[in-house]
């Protein structure tokens, strides 16, 4: 008994000593945040969000102010209101008062709406959830990253760069400008993309099935596991889909034209678009382009993009 009493006792003086830290480590870093709904009228360029529970709403208004505000069902404790605070241009924003809850297993659904003034073109915007949904109609950044770990991502953007992951849940996203680079990743769920142009597109899946509906690329790649992939394109210059058990449905555009290597390992490919076989190649048009879609079991079709 005493042998066992003097191997717990250490690690019993551990816990203790880390409840202890823990306790005193977010109170020195919570003392530059403000707590609750704001109204911001100094510059903001960069915003930060990290949300736990709920909902993220971003929407803009006719004034010059940053307006952010939370929303709960009931009640919250005053640890677990929203912190806030304005690092020089940057304005970061937290669920709750920041440091480690040890004790604290179960998150109040509290939905958060950040209102921006309408001409502002954020430098960055980084929103990242754990268990929330982001409902953002409209977002303009040079820079967005958008990461969740369980929920949906409803987003319309115009951005330089966007870069959106989740791992547990369905994205909606419309990229309204020339994009210079584009990337998704998905665990599970659905993927939906929208893109007007990018000069980099791409987006990965595990399970998700992924829809893109493409204006232009100059290089789009799209890659899933099991999940199958609808790909639209009305102009690019290269397109590679390749996905494991999923099957693949590609809309491509007959003028000006591409080269396209088609391949299945045990599936079928069936093609609605007039090409000419070249060898392992199949030709359209002015055979200008490249395409190179592959899958292992999945079944691929080709057809024609409607102008």
């Not at 066992?4 to 480590?25: E, G």
């Not at 990290?50 to 307006?67: P, Q």
């Not at 952010?68 to 069902?73: G, L, N, T, Y």
């Not at 399970?207 to 690019?236: F, L, Y």
Request: glycine share 6%.
């Amino acid at each position: 008994m005493k042998n066992k009493m003097m191997k717990v006792l250490p690690v019993v003086c551990a816990l203790v000593l880390l409840a202890t830290a823990m306790q005193w480590l977010p109170m020195a870093s919570a003392e530059q945040y403000q707590v609750g709904d704001a109204e911001i009228t100094a510059p903001v360029k960069n915003l930060e969000i990290d949300w736990t529970s709920g909902k993220v709403h971003i929407a803009y208004h006719s004034g010059n102010s940053v307006k952010i505000s939370e929303k709960a069902d009931g009640r919250i404790r005053e640890d677990r209101r929203m912190r806030w605070t304005l690092d020089g241009d940057t304005l970061k924003i937290q669920y709750e008062k920041p440091g480690f809850h040890l004790f604290s297993f179960i998150s109040p659904k509290k939905e958060l709406t950040v209102a921006l003034p309408e001409e502002l073109v954020l430098r960055n915007a980084r929103i990242s959830t754990t268990s929330a949904d982001m409902d953002i109609p409209a977002l303009r950044a040079d820079s967005l990253r958008l990461n969740a770990t369980s929920g949906t991502i409803r987003a319309a953007v115009d951005a330089r760069s966007v870069k959106c992951k989740l791992t547990s849940g369905n994205i909606d996203l419309q990229v309204m400008n020339a994009a210079e680079e584009i990337e998704i990743a998905s665990t599970s769920g659905t993927v939906r993309a929208t893109v007007k142009q990018a000069d980099r597109f791409k987006a990965s899946s595990t399970s998700s099935d992924i829809h893109a509906i493409i204006g232009e690329a100059k290089k789009a790649e799209i890659g899933s596991t099991s999940g199958k992939v609808i790909v639209e394109i009305a102009r690019m210059e290269d397109l590679d889909v390749h996905t494991v058990s999923g099957g693949v449905t590609a809309f491509l555009p007959a003028a000006p034209g591409f080269t396209a290597r088609i391949t299945t390992t045990s599936g079928r490919i069936e093609n609605n678009l007039p090409l000419t076989k070249q060898g392992n190649d199949y030709i359209a048009g002015d055979g200008s382009c490249s395409v190179k879609i592959h899958t292992t079991s999945g079944s691929i079709t080709v057809n024609a993009k409607e102008n």
